[in-house]
C-alpha cells in the first residue's frame, strides 16, 4: 500500500474495491451533505501558528482521556457493520487497534459481537448502545458488554429518527432485506470484496442471532435492527442507562453547549460533541466549530471527545488546541479497512500519527499534553 499517502487516497481505493452501494453507505451524508461538508471545511477556518527553534526532540503524542494513558490522542469510533466492507472486518479492526494500543469502539450494528472481540482480539475495547424500544432487549446488550469486561459505554443520542442518506435511497440501500438482482449486480462489479466475503462466510448480526424476530442473514437483521431504534429516547433514559451502567457513561452525538451540561448533570462521565458525521441533521454546525462553546460550558476537567470530519493530523491538532481530549475516527478507518483490512486500519492510524507528529514539531509543541495548555495561544482565526 506504498502508493496510499493520506486518508483521500484510502478512501479512493476503498471506492475501487467496495460494492457502490457499501461505498456510498459509508461516504454519504443527509439530504445536502452540507454539514458534512462543513465538517472538513471548517477546520481551514483556523491557522496553526509556527514557532521555530522552541522544541529539540520530537513531540509526545501520549495523554491521558477517559481515565487512562493512551499513545495517541484519537481512537477508533463506531461505525457499523464493518464485517460488510471487509470479512471479519470487526476482528481486523480490533486486531489494528490492538496492535497500535489504541481504543476501539464496537457498534451495536456489528457483525461480530463484542464477547467475541474480546475473546479472540482483546486490547481496549469500548462498546456503543443504540437504544432499541424494548429495555429487556437493552439489558441483554449491557450484560453481554459487562461479560466482555467492557467499561466504557457509549450512548448515541443523535438518532432519534434516522435520517435521508439520498445515495442510500438511491441505491436501495435502505429497502434491501436479502440479496436482489440489483445487489448482486452491484457485488459482481467488485470481485476481490466478493472472494472475500465467500471466504468468511454469509455475514450474520452475531449479537441477535439467537432471536427469530430479527430475520436472518445480516441485510435483514440490519434493517430490523434501525428499526427498532427508540425514537422517543429521552434524558430519563439516560438516568435509566445510568443506573444501569456501572462503567463509564459517554453520550455521543452532543452539539450545544446546553446539552453538554445536561449530560454532565445526568451524571455522563464524558461526552463526544458529534453531528454523526453530518449523516443525521443536515445544516447543523460542524463540530469543530461548537467544541470551544462547549468546552466553556462543562469546564476544563470534564472529558470532550469530538469526531466529524476528522482526516488530518492538523484536524486533530486544531481540536486538541480547541479543548478537545481526545478524537474518534470514523470514516477515515473505515475506508482504511475497506481497501486493505488490518494493515489498512494500520495505516490510516500510521499517517494520521505521523502528520500529527510534524504538524506539533513545527508548530515548535513539544506534547498533545503542552498544545492542550497552550490551547488558543497556538491558534490564529481566519
Ligand atoms: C458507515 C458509518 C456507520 C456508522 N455507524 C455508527 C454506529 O453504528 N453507531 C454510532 O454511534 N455512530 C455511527 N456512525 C457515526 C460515527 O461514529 C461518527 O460519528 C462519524 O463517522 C464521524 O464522522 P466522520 O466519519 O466524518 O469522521 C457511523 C458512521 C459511518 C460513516
Redesign the pocket.
Known sequence: MAELVNISDLRSAAKRRLPKIFFD?????AFSETT?NR??DDFAKWELVQRVLRVAELPELRTTYLGSEKPLPFML?????LGL?RGNGEILTAQAAKSKRIPM?L????ISSIGRLQKEVGGDLHF?L?MDRDKSFVEKLLQSAIDANIDEL?L?V??SITSVREKDVRNGFRAVKRLNAPLMFSMMQRPAWCLDMFRSGAPSVEAVEQYPEFGKGALEQASNLSGRLDSSLTWDDVEWLRMNWKGRLII??ILSPEDAVIAQEKGADAI?V??????QLDYASS?ISVLPAIRDAVGPEFDVLI?????RGSDIAIALALGASGI?????Y?FGLAAGGQAGVEKVIDILSNELQITLKLMGVASVNELQTLGLDCLANR
Do not use: E
Open positions: 453507505y459509508i461516504d454519504g451524508a458534512a465538517n472538513t469510533g463506531p461505525v457499523g457493520f466492507y469502539c457498534s451495536t450494528f456489528s456503543q443504540y457509549y448515541t443523535d438518532t455521543k452525538g463526544v458529534s453531528n454523526h458525521g453530518g449523516r463540530t469526531d466529524s470530519g476528522f482526516r474518534l475516527l470514523g470514516r477515515a473505515a
